[in-house]
């Protein structure tokens, strides 16, 4: 580093300030012989600070940012729930936080992933996991590609998957990123597949299968779902269940029974690991028994209590990131799963669903809500018929003002002016009373005062940002 280079910083001071460094009692080493000298700087172009001016520094940020420990988080199909401490001290341990995946000695972590495999295993009806995806994106490429390989082993040529208008939006990248064509399927006026659409869909000779998330983003289970793998099935092509959708799922159905053969989880949502902030996050891949030998490789097998990795599979895809997936986030979906059990799993899915439908009746009242009927773990609103042509971004934009997170706006596509609300199990009364409280208040303002909306946010450090300015001119770097 140049020592002539000047920086810039939030804080310091032009005359010295002296913190108390006790002198250290280790033999000094002469800093030559650690560090070539050209290498060295005289000067370090530092600010100078006192420790306690640091910490306020920091504690003030951290006072400025938002997170599921400071209030609800209601963004659709994220599932930002509440997540165990517990768990941070778990992972922590040093069996877990200091292990390399290269020691001899990894019995212990290699029996942990073994067994939160037959967790999920029971979890989703699925006969074969593999933990090597980093993200839930990741575990959609993966199981597309064991689709693609199946065919390719049974030397048919299938390169087009089926996708609904209402599934995630990662879906059809991950199945173009694979090869695939896609076949969109417009949804009904019920917010599902509409079955003879999918019947005349896979008419289609080429078509691979069907990639479906249930829920779907508008929070409705597809009530037809077994009917819709048995015509896929029918037709020999093989179901692909998104799993980013199963915290209201849990303890109450399984993809596997539903008669799909690949599924993918989000343990960074469902299971109760960190979510957000770019990760680490945790797809893992389930299937059913023919598509076990099609898993990324090591597999991890047990035999007389001892762990090991099977042999080779020349049918497996290969390996889709280095060892065995994000560690740390699995043990704490394994100390979740253990901690409530199968009883408290299947009252988080219920918890789940009952408080998207309390938010959801008592917000219809003054907004408009396009699929009226009982959803899942989300639902969602529309701006249409909003006072004083209000939108969407208004309302988000007005509910940071009342120092609440914004739901997920404008998602999914297929509903004009949507705004996706999603509670999870783990808020109370309470907490879902104050976020219907704060809506209800903004309609009135919409209705009585709408500049106030339309210019929101007004409390917060950064006001409302020129949307098109910032798309067209993008400030890419200092």
């Known amino acids: 580093m140049n020592s002539n280079i000047k920086l810039i910083f939030e804080k310091g001071n032009e005359h010295p300030i002296r913190n108390y460094i006790p002198k250290m009692d280790v033999e000094s080493v002469e800093i030559n012989e650690i560090l070539p000298i050209n290498l060295q700087r005289k000067d370090l172009p530092l600010p100078d600070i006192a420790e306690v001016e640091i910490v306020r520094h920091y504690l003030k940020l951290s ?111 991950s199945a173009k990123m694979a090869g695939f064509s896609i076949i969109e399927l417009k949804s009904n006026k019920e917010g599902e597949i509409p079955l003879d659409h999918l019947e005349f869909a896979m008419q289609e000779g080429d078509v691979a299968g069907i990639m479906l998330t249930n829920p779907n983003t508008l929070g409705l289970f597809e009530r037809q779902i077994t009917e ?102 699995l043990v704490k979906a394994h100390a979740y799963i253990n901690a409530l059990g199968a009883e408290g799993l299947r009252r988080a899915g219920q918890s789940a669903v009952l408080n998207a439908n309390y938010l959801r009746i008592l917000l219809k009242e003054k907004y408009y809500l396009p699929y009226d009927r009982m959803c899942q773990h989300e639902f969602v609103l529309s701006d249409k018929n909003l006072p004083n042509e209000i939108t969407t971004e208004d309302i988000a934009k007005r509910i940071l ?61 950064v006001k409302r940002l020129d949307a098109v300015l910032a798309a067209r001119k993008p400030i890419l770097h200092d």
């Open 63 to 173: 006072q400025k940012n938002y997170g599921i420990d400071t209030g609800i988080y209601p963004l659709g199909s994220c599932t930002m729930k509440y997540n165990p401490k517990i768990n941070e001290v778990i992972v922590r341990l040093p069996g877990f936080s200091r292990i390399h995946p290269l020691q001899e000695d990894k019995q212990g972590a290699l029996e942990l992933i073994f067994q939160l495999s037959k967790m999920l295993e029971e979890i989703t009806g699925m006969h074969g996991f593999t933990f090597q995806p980093a993200a839930g994106a990741q575990g959609e490429l993966t199981g597309l590609l064991i689709i693609k390989k199946y065919f390719e082993g049974h030397g048919l040529k299938k390169d087009k998957i089926i996708i609904p208008d209402s599934s995630h939006g990662t879906n059809p990248a």
């Open 228 to 329: 819709i793998t048995r015509i896929v099935h029918e037709k020999e092509g093989l179901c692909y269940y998104d799993g980013a959708n199963l915290n209201p799922m849990l303890g109450i159905c399984r993809p596997g029974d539903m008669g799909f053969d690949i599924v993918h989880l989000n343990l960074h949502k469902t299971f109760a690991t960190p979510h957000g902030g770019g990760g680490p996050g945790s797809g893992p891949v389930g299937v059913k028994q023919e598509l076990v030998a099609y898993l990324p490789e090591p597999c991890i097998v047990s035999k007389d209590n001892f762990f090991s990795f099977r042999d080779y599979s020349e049918k497996s895809i290969g390996r889709m990131k280095c060892f065995w997936g994000n560690f740390g986030v």
């Open 401 to 461: 003002d009342y120092g609440l997170h914004a739901p997920t706006i404008y998602f999914p596509l297929i509903v004009s002016g949507a705004m996706m609300i999603e509670p999870t199990e783990t808020e109370s009364k309470a907490s879902l009373d104050k976020f219907v409280e704060v809506l209800i208040k903004i309609h009135e303002e919409a209705e009585n005062n709408p500049e106030i909306v339309k210019n929101a946010p007004l409390n917060t450090l």
